[in-house]
């Protein structure tokens, strides 16, 4: 299992996260490298999340290469950096992609990073 199929799993395990309780939203997942193609839907109702394995439609698509994916599961590299140098490409809502950086580790070995304005 890769670091980006685990992180999926442990949202999907978690169910609900407080710090979303004000976000509703569906997110689409792009990862792939040479026409290798995974795609997780992400579904957040007021902090409820829901994970499947989709390409269906969604208001907010990010796409990102396996390696860097792999990378932020693991909490080695910042989605809002990574944004910056497009390496990470988002069509949709910005401000919903960038908040998804609450999700992720923020460094080697946490789950996720603390949340210091609680989730406004």
Known sequence: MSETSAFF???TVAGQD???S???GRVRFDIGDDGDLEQ???DIDHGRMRVTRSGAPAT???RVSAQLADAMARGEVNGLAAIT???IMVDGDLALALRLGRLFPREPGRL???D???GT
């Open 9 to 11: 799993e442990r949202l």
């Open 18 to 20: 407080p710090l979303f």
């Open 22 to 24: 004000k976000v509703c």
């Open 40 to 42: 997780w839907l992400l």
């Open 60 to 62: 907010t698509v990010i």
């Open 85 to 87: 140098r497009g390496e």
């Open 112 to 114: 996720r990073r603390e």
């Open 116 to 118: 210091p304005d609680g």
